[in-house]
């Protein structure tokens, strides 16, 4: 983990100068719970007719968490996110901490094209020390602080024409929000279930065929899956530490776990 220093902050602005923040803006960031302290960041496209699939090269946004507060990476588009972390003493904000999450892939990794209206998560982390108070955000691009400390701002350096040519310039809005759907969640919200389910670990997610479930503190009695519409799809009872999902298609699911005196839903996201 970084620290956010006079050096970083010129390479960063550097950085996002490179990358054309006048570009379209083709597309926006949302939060997602996945249950417990698990949160994943996702990128929305806007509504488009274009098949074209989304190119990215790099990408990065910032997210806010109350003073004191860590959060850990556990996963990302191209498994090499990076953070930086800041001090919000160091920018007048004493109640605050945060990280400027960004991500350069060693290749151009594809997203489904913006007609599939598919949100894609790009970082999904842990929050540490179980707080049950305070908020946590990603911060909008038209925020004070966005607007003191630039580097801070979202982006996503992406190819989105269909012209034969690899052209990246920026996707999100520099000067609006940059965001859409949920952007922010108040700790006070969890509920005892999601506290006594915060050792529980689920990977990969996103998954392809496979899941692996990890909880040690008292022995599952159920899992459920279940798509957006609320319909119940498959329903396992033995052997909870794998869970088969290829006969599921692409998209997103809750996935529901009980124990004998609490139950939990986390968000799955099927690739």
Known sequence: ??????????????????????????????????GGYSFSVGAVPNASTSNFPT???SYGFTIIVPDGVTAVITSSLGNGAATTFFDGNNVGQPTIDGYLITETLGSPIA??????????????????????????????????????????????????????SAAFSNRVDPNGSGLSGDSTFDFTTLSLADIKFENLSIYPNPATDVVN?????????????????????????TQMERFQIHNLQAGMYLMKLYTNNANTTIKLIKQ
């Open 55 to 57: 190119s990215v090269q």
């Open 1 to 34: 983990m970084n620290k956010f220093t006079f050096t970083n902050l010129c390479i960063a602005i550097y950085c996002l100068c490179t990358m054309q923040l006048n570009a379209q803006d083709g597309y926006t960031y949302t939060l997602i719970h996945n």
């Open 213 to 237: 479930i990890n909880y040690t503190e008292t022995p599952l009695q159920k899992i459920e899956i279940y798509n957006l519409n609320g319909q119940l799809l498959q329903t396992k009872t």
């Open 111 to 164: 997203l489904p094209a913006p007609s599939v209206a598919t949100t894609t998560p790009m970082v999904t982390f842990e929050i540490q020390g179980t707080p049950t108070s305070g908020i946590i955000e990603i911060l909008a691009n038209n925020a004070a602080l966005a607007t003191a400390v630039t580097p801070l701002k979202s982006f996503m350096s992406a190819d989105m024409e269909d012209d034969g």
